[in-house]
């Protein structure tokens, strides 16, 4: 789902965003972690996540502009890419069934036992081997804030992850799972991302797993 560095760095440095640049990203939770990840992956230092988004900071008192967004010229931007925080399908099933790896899989009931069909038939159905479900919208509370963090902290604890094994998210295409890699970040896991996800399991024509 990622498009080129370099497709990456001319949108970004055409933002404004520089080298040097603070990032706040605020929007609907899975937009804003969608881009941290996206900043994180392209190797972007300053990237942080507004909690709570636009409704914190009006509740905070925070000031707000209308009309159209100014204009700002474009910023010098270094590519720094990371690509260890990517990972593949190949990947995944060379660490089946061995302490390697943390699997997660980000979507809610019916998409992880399969019970949704795989979607109505769009794709297989169930969940990949090994992999623990932790629905991304259990992280955060009724306004939208993300949990504190010892009370995310036992939610990642009661799936298995540990500090010291890649944590690998995933969900339909990288959306959904973009919150817990966030998430996961922030704890300081060694977050990855199957990023396709589902989606590009089933092209593949991988098995899956349906139940619990």
Avoid at 64 to 92: C, F, K, M, N, Y
């Amino acid at each position: 789902e990622l498009p080129p560095i370099d497709q990456l760095r001319r949108v970004l440095a055409n933002a404004g965003i520089g080298d040097r640049s603070k990032v706040i990203i605020y929007g609907s939770t899975i937009a804003a972690t969608r881009l941290f990840f996206t900043l994180d992956y392209f190797g972007h230092p300053h990237a942080r996540v507004l909690n709570g988004g636009l409704s914190a900071w009006k509740e905070s008192g925070g000031a707000l502009e209308t009309g159209p967004a100014r204009s700002v010229p474009a910023a010098s931007l270094t590519a720094r890419p990371q690509p260890d925080r990517v990972v593949s399908a190949d990947w995944i099933k060379e660490r089946l069934s061995s302490p390697k790896m943390t699997l997660l899989d980000a979507r809610p009931d019916a998409e992880f036992t399969g019970a949704d069909g795989g979607m109505n038939g769009m794709h297989v159905k169930g969940h990949l081997p090994d992999a623990q479900q932790l629905v991304w919208n259990t992280l955060l509370d009724a306004s939208g804030r993300f949990l504190p963090d010892p009370e995310l902290k036992k939610k990642y604890d009661a799936i298995g992850a540990d500090q010291g094994t890649p944590l690998v998210s995933y969900c339909m295409v990288g959306m959904r799972a973009s919150v817990t890699y966030f998430v996961a970040r922030h704890l300081g896991y060694d977050a990855r991302m199957y990023d396709g996800s589902i989606v590009d399991w089933t092209r593949r024509k991988l098995p899956a797993v349906m139940g619990r």
